[in-house]
Each structure stands twice: as C-alpha cells, then as structure tokens.
C-alpha cells in the first residue's frame, strides 16, 4: 500500500492538527476520503469533531489504509457510498461485464475491454484501492480477455487479490459463474 498522501494531517478551523480515527484515509488534497475510508470510521471521526476541544495534547495521525468495518455500521442507502457499499458496487459491475463478455470477442472488444480496465484501475474514487490495483495488474496480472471464462476468472482473481489483503476469504473462482452469470445449481436465483 503506497503513503502517498497519508502523511498529511487534518486541520481544524483554528488550523491544529487532530487525531484522526483509525481508518480514516485522507484523499490528495489532504481532506479525509469518504469513498477510502469504512462508514465506522467516518461516523467516529464526525463523532469525534462534535465534541468540545479538550485539554489532551493533539497528535499528528497517520491514516490507515481502508479496512474491513468492525463494526456492521452502514451508511444509510441516500447516502454518499462508503468504500465497502463503494466496492460491492464496483464489482457488482465489473463481474457483470465479465458475465455478459461474448464468448467469441472481436479483437475491438478486447482491446475496449483493456482500456476500460486501465481507466477504470485510474479513476477508480477510492485512489489508495486504485493505487493497489494498478500495481497488482502489472504484476504479471494483466487482464486476460480473449473470451467470457477467460475473463471471468481474471476477474475473481483480482478480487481475491483485495479479498487477500482485507484479510477476507477467498472466492472459489470454478464458481464465478454460477455467482454472477447463470445463478446457483440449486436454483435458488431462479
Ligand atoms: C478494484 C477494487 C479495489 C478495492 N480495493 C480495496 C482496498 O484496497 N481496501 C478496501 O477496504 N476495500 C477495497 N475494495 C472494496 C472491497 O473489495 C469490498 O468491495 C468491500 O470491502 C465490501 O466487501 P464485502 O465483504 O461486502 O463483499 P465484496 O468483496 O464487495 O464482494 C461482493 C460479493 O462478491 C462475491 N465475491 C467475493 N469474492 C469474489 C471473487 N473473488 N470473485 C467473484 N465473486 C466474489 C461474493 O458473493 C460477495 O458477497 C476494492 C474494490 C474494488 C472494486
């Protein structure tokens, strides 16, 4: 995980430095990123700027990289995402696009399909996840495209790569498909 602009701290009106709450990652601009940082941690930082100063010495934070809620907290549904709500969004997409993927793409496709992966691994709104993904990508992970189940287990692969460092199990990636192309053999999704 890169430290680019997670040295930065937060400053009040009155321009001192405040503790940030674990979790919270600030974005480029120094400000804390909403779209990086888990609805629980978010809610104890705005907790935190309620109350009145105290006495207690400030210190400078460090944020740490975006980490699974401990908590079940989620931020309400017409609310601006969290990167949890943020991420089961994104890969809602993203598998999405591997379960409609032509089993015989034209080259044009495949090569759509790259670039929409590159711009998507820059714009990405959570940019210490973006960083990570980009890296993992040109760490012999480039995305395998040539047709539907070629590309829909790079894809589960990406994701358990994020699975791996949330600490979060691994996905059975024989099942992508029965997850998010033709629904359970039980016939549950029927
Ligand atoms: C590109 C990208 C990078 C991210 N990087 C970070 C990060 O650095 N830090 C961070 O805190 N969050 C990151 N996230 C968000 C994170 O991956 C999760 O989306 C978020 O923590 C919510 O997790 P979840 O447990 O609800 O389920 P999710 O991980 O969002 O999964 C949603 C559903 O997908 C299915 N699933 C799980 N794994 C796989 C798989 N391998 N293949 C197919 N289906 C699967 C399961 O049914 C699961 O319920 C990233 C998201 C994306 C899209």
New binding site residues.
Partial sequence: MKAEGQQQTQQDDDSRPKQLPKGVVLGPDGKPCRSCT?FASWAAMTKQQQQPPTSKPTTIATPQ????SVTALQPPQDCPPD??Q???S???L??SMAATYPERPTANQQTETKQFLTLFSRM?P?W???D??RTWMTQGNEPRVSNRDEFGRW??????A??V??G?E??D?NR?EE??RTGWRDGRCE
């Avoid at 990289?65 to 699974?68: F, L, R, Y």
């Fill in positions: 888990s990289p975006p980490a699974q990167v949890e943020l991420g089961r994104s890969w809602t993203l598998h990405y959570c210490v996840c973006a990570d993904f894809m589960c692969e990406a994701h358990n994020v699975n460092k949330l979060k691994s996905f990636c992508w997850r998010w």
